[in-house]
């Protein structure tokens, strides 16, 4: 079973940074990109950050210049991916989901909650 685990959300006032940090375990076909995207209440899920093998990055055009995507750079830890979140907004409050797309199909996180106050 293909578990997306997620940590790292949590309440911070504006202007401050999280980390966020998702690993995949189980046994899944060749993986094409991981990312990360958010859904607050009332709205859409939306892109944040999305990282395809060659080392292409998406960046949502909202969080461009603050948020940064990394993978892991250690071969045992390659299905990892983590989200720098700096220079924090409360209209970056939402939940945020991990996504892993295979050959095969995509892949979600259950989400961690990020909470910004003004």
């Known amino acids: 079973q293909v578990q997306l685990v997620e940590s790292g959300g949590g309440l911070v006032q504006a202007g401050g940074s999280l980390r966020l940090s998702c690993r995949a375990s189980g046994s899944f076909s060749r993986t094409n990109a991981m990312g990360w995207y958010r859904q607050a209440p009332g709205n859409e899920r939306e892109l944040v950050a999305l990282?395809?093998?060659?080392?292409?990055?998406?960046?949502?055009d909202s969080v461009k210049g603050r948020f940064t995507v990394s993978r892991d750079s250690a071969a045992r830890y390659k299905n990892a991916i983590y989200l720098q979140m700096n220079d924090l907004k409360p209209e970056d409050t939402a939940v945020y989901y991990c996504?892993?797309?295979?050959?095969?199909?995509?892949?979600w996180g259950q989400g961690t909650q990020v909470t910004v106050s003004s």
């Open positions: 990282a395809t093998v060659p080392g292409k990055i998406n960046y949502g």
């Open positions: 996504k892993m797309i295979t050959y095969l199909r995509d892949y």
